[in-house]
């Protein structure tokens, strides 16, 4: 018969922590939606960019079809972003409801964020998996990307704009008509402290 220690010295051991999770509660408590307009004029660095998409890559994908597809605008490449981005809004839009100031809002992010990457679907060929679950799996990378990029202390932020679905959009990335784009990611440095979680977390 086992006295109480060792029975309490079973049940730590039974626990051990295998990763620190205070740690990771702290970075998935912290992450945070950092919009372009917070972003200092400090460039997020290829390496960087690289590390936080090949975390991306790690999330779980139902039948392993690993659908998510990131096209990264920076450098050279955010011109022709720029160069579309507005556009599409501007053609995507009902001249009633345009507004120049949110033209100018594309724009200008397109020539101040030094990454933007395009998050896509793309879909299994053999359609063996519900697209929604594709779609999910996507979901589970930006996650990952939000988490590696809160680590280096750089901001994400998931925007999705409506002409982000249009055909247009989809050529412009060389999607086909089963794939998706399902968003926007901005990164970049916030230019003022961190933001702190929302009341309605922190009350949880
Ligand atoms: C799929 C998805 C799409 C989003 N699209 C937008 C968007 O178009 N515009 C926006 O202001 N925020 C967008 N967000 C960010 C949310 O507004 C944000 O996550 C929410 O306000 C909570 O803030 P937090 O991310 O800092 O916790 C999106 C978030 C997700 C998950």
Redesign the pocket.
Known sequence: MKDKSQVLAATLNGNRMKYNLSEITEVIKN?????PESYSDRKVHREIVENILSNGTWAPSHGMTEPWRFKVFMGEGMKKLEAFLPDLYKSSTDPATFSQKKFDKILLRTQEVSVIVAICMERDRTDRIPEIEEVEAV?CA?QNM?LTATAYGVGG?????KFVYSDAMKDFLGLEAQDKC??LFYMGYPKEEW?K??ES?LSM
């Open positions: 992450r945070r939606s950092i919009s979901a930006v939000y932020f998931w925007s999705s704009p399902l968003g933001p979680a929302t977390r």
